[in-house]
Nanobody
Framework: QVQLVESGGGLVEAGGSLRLSCAAS????????MGWYRQAPGKERELVAA???????SYADFVKGRFTISRDNTKKAVYLQMNSLKPEDTAVYYC?????????????WGQGTQVTVSS
């Protein structure tokens, strides 16, 4: 049982920064692989960044060098630091958790937080 709540979205000018947070409920956070996805109007949801329970990170090509994903197992939270934002980054950003300690694995999704980048 995992519930995810995102926060930190908003309106920012191109070149600016935002820090998204995802707070998780429950006591299994350290057993979760985490990720940030985004979905723009009329577009498919796409992976932005991911971090494993062991701390290994990966990024989509379009955010490499600009975004950083991190996690704090004590606070049961995952973060996405977004720098040098571009208008094409405008989307609803979703936090995802995957419980990989069981089979089949179980995915959990947050409700999303809006990020809007103006020109």
């Amino acid at each position: 049982q995992v519930q995810l709540v995102e926060s930190g979205g908003g309106l920012v000018e191109a070149g600016g920064s935002l820090r998204l947070s995802c707070a998780a409920s429950g006591s299994v956070f350290s057993f979760l692989d985490m990720g940030w996805y985004r979905q723009a109007p009329g577009k498919e949801r796409e992976l932005v960044a991911a971090i494993t329970r062991g701390g290994s990170t990966s990024y989509a090509d379009f955010v490499k060098g600009r975004f950083t994903i991190s996690r704090d197992n004590t606070k049961k939270a995952v973060y996405l630091q977004m720098n040098s934002l571009k208008p094409e980054d405008t989307a609803v950003y979703y936090c995802k958790a995957k419980l990989i300690a069981i089979r089949p694995p179980v995915d959990y999704w947050g409700q999303g937080t809006q990020v809007t980048v103006s020109s």
